[in-house]
């Protein structure tokens, strides 16, 4: 098992770039979610998603898409970069059982909008 | 809304007991989550606590729960530099997805 794979570890946009940030899990997780981690701020839900074709916000979505279309995979499209898109993003996958939810987390994506 | 508040940074020394607090604003949240995230690494689950309990222990770690007071604290016995990370805890938000608090950065010197 990977376990949950992001790509690409670092990356530099400017301004009104897009881009999407893979993400891929081999656990066969149901839910899975994008946070973005910042100083100060700890982590922020981003998206998150029960299955898949079923997506929906968290507490940071703007100026960020996401689909499901596969039980695999969960990119995260940045429409128009912004320099306050700069941050560290982690998408995480996770099961529950007996209510337990253990999430597992990428390596993480390293973003820089200038 | 949900909020989960910490304190921001903790300093002890090797063999020193640390204790990490937390406060949570979803009572409905099952189970309480303590995760530890390395330098330059993801976050991994480090223990967790159902609802129900006071208290848990597992090896050095010690969770207790306040859930009157909406409380919860992570004990490390006997702290090493090993332990030096950031320490998160997490209540449960909608679809499975955590909410984190913004972690305490635990800094251990030998």
């Known amino acids: 098992n990977a376990g949950v794979t992001q790509t690409p570890k670092f990356q530099v946009l400017k301004t009104g770039q897009s881009m999407t940030l893979q993400c891929a899990q081999d656990?066969?997780?149901?839910?899975m979610s994008w946070y973005r981690q910042d100083p100060g701020m700890g982590l922020r839900l981003i998206h998150y998603s029960v299955g898949a074709g079923i997506t929906d916000q968290g507490e940071v979505p703007n100026g960020y898409n996401v689909s499901r279309s596969t039980t695999e995979d969960f990119p995260l499209r940045l429409l128009s970069a912004a320099p306050s898109q700069t941050s560290v993003y982690f998408c995480a996958s996770s099961y529950s059982f007996r209510q337990i939810t253990e999430a597992f987390f990428g390596q993480g994506t390293r973003l820089t909008v200038v | 809304g949900e909020d989960v508040e910490q304190s921001l940074f903790l300093s002890v020394r090797e063999g020193d007991s640390s204790v990490i607090n937390c406060t949570y604003t979803d009572s409905s949240s099952t189970y309480l989550y303590w995760y530890k995230q390395e330098p330059g690494a993801g976050l991994q689950l480090l223990t967790y606590i159902f609802s129900n309990m006071d208290m848990k222990q597992d090896q050095r770690l010690t969770v207790l729960l306040n859930k009157k007071d909406k409380h919860l604290s992570l004990r490390i016995a006997d702290t090493q530099t090993g332990d030096s990370a950031i320490y998160f805890c997490?209540?449960?938000?909608?679809?499975?997805?955590?909410?984190f608090g913004k972690g305490t950065t635990l800094s251990v010197s030998s």
């Open positions: 656990m066969n997780h149901e839910y």
């Open positions: 997490a209540e449960e938000g909608a679809g499975t997805a955590l909410i």
